[in-house]
């Protein structure tokens, strides 16, 4: 002898909306992650850079840049990197395409001469593509 105690129907009501909340939980994962990398994108090497009126030229989506900072040590990017160690260095971050365009930067108070000195060690490492980086000049009314 069996029973059945739900007299009810067996047929479920579909739902006609949407459910966004798992939606918004996404995006603000999403939106946390790139508020903490976007800062970690930048290069934080405070170099005091002298100033140029010249007209600012399109940047390549992932420039590479050499810092020479005022006692003289070179960084590429935010990374110290020795001097007789340049060439290695620049080829692993280049991946080897030695027609890369590097960014170079220099303090204010670097002599001219360790400067092209720097320049000659990208040449013998073979970067011939090199842009020398500097403030832009406002001009006044």
């Known amino acids: 002898m ?3 105690l739900d007299h009810g129907e067996d047929t479920l009501n579909e739902v006609h909306e949407i459910n966004v909340t798992p939606f918004i939980d996404v995006m603000l994962v999403l ?3 790139f508020m903490v990398a976007a ?7 405070q170099v005091n850079l002298p100033a140029a009126n010249a007209e600012p030229q399109q ?3 992932k420039p590479l840049y050499l810092s020479v ?7 590429l990017g935010n ?26 930067r220099a303090d204010k108070s670097v002599p001219y001469g360790e400067l ?4 000659n060690l990208l040449r013998k490492a073979g970067y011939l593509k090199v842009s020398l980086v ?5 001009s006044g009314p």
């Open 116 to 119: 092209m000195e720097v320049m």
């Open 59 to 61: 940047r390549p989506d």
């Open 79 to 104: 990374d110290a990197v020795p001097r007789d160690m340049l060439g290695s260095t620049l080829d692993s971050a280049a991946k080897g395409d030695k027609s890369t365009l590097i960014f170079l």
């Open 69 to 75: 900072k005022p006692d003289l040590t070179l960084s």
């Open 39 to 45: 800062p970690l994108a930048t290069v934080d090497i």
């Open 31 to 33: 939106l946390i992650i």
């Open 2 to 4: 069996s029973v059945r």
């Open 134 to 138: 500097a403030l832009e000049q406002v």
